[in-house]
């Protein structure tokens, strides 16, 4: 069993020099604490302790190639020689533009950025500058970033979130100001009456509807059957930006992303975490006509000192490369994560557990949770959090490091050796928690 007591020491101290001891509020999921790590190598995670832990947080969801790739540790490292921030023109920023354009038939032009947050935040304000539009549509349960306007209703409590086909928006943080409320309507998933609805009664005011392609943060829960044709057709018809969040589909469900995957053309996207196998890179793209307002005179400004930052394009590029130079990698990712996914089924009926497991090969979600499919926050919130928590911590102290809310993120470099060896911990770990839960 792995103990944890150097990390706990750390965090300890940690706390009496970082603010709440992590410099993320994600990071408070690793349970017993956030782990202190000292390196990462393809699918796995070596922490101060000595553990070596299967991982499938994959830093929340960048490391598409695993850890230090070596393709792209190289070229970033030989690119560093030339220097580090130009913020000045710099010829790799073209040549991802163009390899974008030719993997994602949705974009006429590519704007880069570093965080999905921010990139987020540029599409929201070039889809609010094209229609003359404040309002946007998101989704409850999605989460786009922690910035003001956009984290609302990512976890509302059910108390304060009203019914389910006019949810009020939820701030999820002190400190946002409550005007933002105003801005934002906020829907179910996965409902195109409740869309069609909101967009009949307040279309003329809304600039955008957001929404992941696949959600992913609350459990990944794939679209209906034409529920993504259906939202584009209502946004076509009432002059509304569909906008793409792909920071966790991008680049994971397909070189196209999700979009290529299952056939919709948004009018702009926002790329991040897998893009640059992860080194820190987003990327806003999309409509000519929207994209062109970045030019001085359209007057939508998007700035940024790291914008194109050298060494994460240079990392971008190469992730890209390695992604692209063997045609049959995604789908040997996507049968390992089901058999995986497959695995953790068979193991939740023989310790007769109600785990539920859905999603994709390159990443699905555990609920406990009786019968039926999540297809909605509200579904989604029946399931037994706690548990899933608990079901974590026993798979870190048995080798094996997943997000205490039940998402599980697959690399190329996972390979049948350590789906093997996640499902003989799976095992132990629900033994563990059959016997606790007894
Ligand atoms: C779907 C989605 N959008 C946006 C973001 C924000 O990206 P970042 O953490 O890079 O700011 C995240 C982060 O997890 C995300 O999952």
Not at 394 to 420: C, K, Q
Request: charged share 20%; with cysteine; hydrophobic share 45%.
């Amino acid at each position: 069993m792995a103990s944890f007591q150097q990390s706990m020491a750390m965090f300890a101290e940690a706390r009496r020099h970082v603010a709440g001891g992590t410099s993320s509020n994600v990071r408070y999921g690793d349970a017993p604490v956030p782990l202190f790590f000292e390196r990462g190598e393809g699918p796995r995670l070596h922490d101060v302790d000595g553990n070596v832990l299967i991982d499938y947080v994959l830093g929340n969801g960048p490391a598409i190639l695993g850890h230090a790739p070596a393709p792209v540790i190289a070229a970033v490292a030989a690119a560093l020689a030339n220097g580090q921030a130009f913020a000045g023109q710099f010829e790799g920023e073209m040549r991802l533009a163009r390899k974008l354009k030719s993997l994602v038939p949705s974009a006429d032009l590519v704007r880069l950025s570093i965080s999905g947050s921010e990139a987020v935040h540029g599409a929201l304000r070039l889809a609010r500058g094209f229609t003359g539009r404040t309002k946007y549509v998101k989704f409850e349960g999605q989460y786009h970033g922690w910035l003001d306007n956009v984290f609302i209703s990512t976890k509302p409590g059910l108390n304060e979130a009203g019914a389910r086909e006019s949810p009020e928006p939820v701030l999820m943080s002190r400190g946002q100001p409550p005007r933002v409320k105003d801005e934002v309507i906020v829907l179910p998933w996965n409902d195109l009456d409740v869309l069609a609805k909101a967009l009949a009664r307040h279309g003329p005011e809304i600039a955008a509807v957001m929404t992941e392609p696949v959600m992913c943060n609350c459990g990944v829960i794939p679209p209906q059957p034409g529920y993504l044709e259906g939202m584009r057709q209502l946004c076509d018809e009432t002059g509304t930006v569909l906008i793409f969040d792909e920071v966790i589909t991008g680049f994971r469900l397909g070189l196209g992303g999700a979009q290529g995957r299952l056939g919709i053309r948004p009018d702009l996207t926002v790329f991040a975490k897998a893009i640059a196998g992860g080194f820190p890179l987003s990327a806003i793209l999309g409509r000519r006509d929207i994209m062109e307002l970045v030019e001085p005179a359209g007057q939508v400004v998007h700035s940024g000192t790291y914008n194109g930052s050298m060494p994460s394009v240079i990392a971008a590029l190469a992730t890209l490369e390695a992604l692209a130079a063997d045609p049959d990698a995604y789908r040997r990712m996507e049968s390992r994560g089901e058999r995986l996914m497959e695995g953790l089924r068979r193991l939740g009926r023989q310790h007769r557990q109600p785990l539920l497991v859905q999603g994709y090969g390159a990443i699905f979600s555990t609920f406990f949770l009786d019968g039926g499919a999540v297809t909605d926050f509200r579904t989604a919130a029946l399931a037994d959090s706690a548990r899933m928590t608990a079901f974590a911590g026993e798979l870190a102290a048995n080798g094996v490091r997943t997000t205490a809310r039940g998402v599980w993120f697959l690399s190329m470099a996972h390979g049948d050796a350590e789906i093997d060896a996640t499902l003989d911990a799976a095992d132990r770990a629900l033994g563990a928690l059959g016997r606790k839960v007894a």
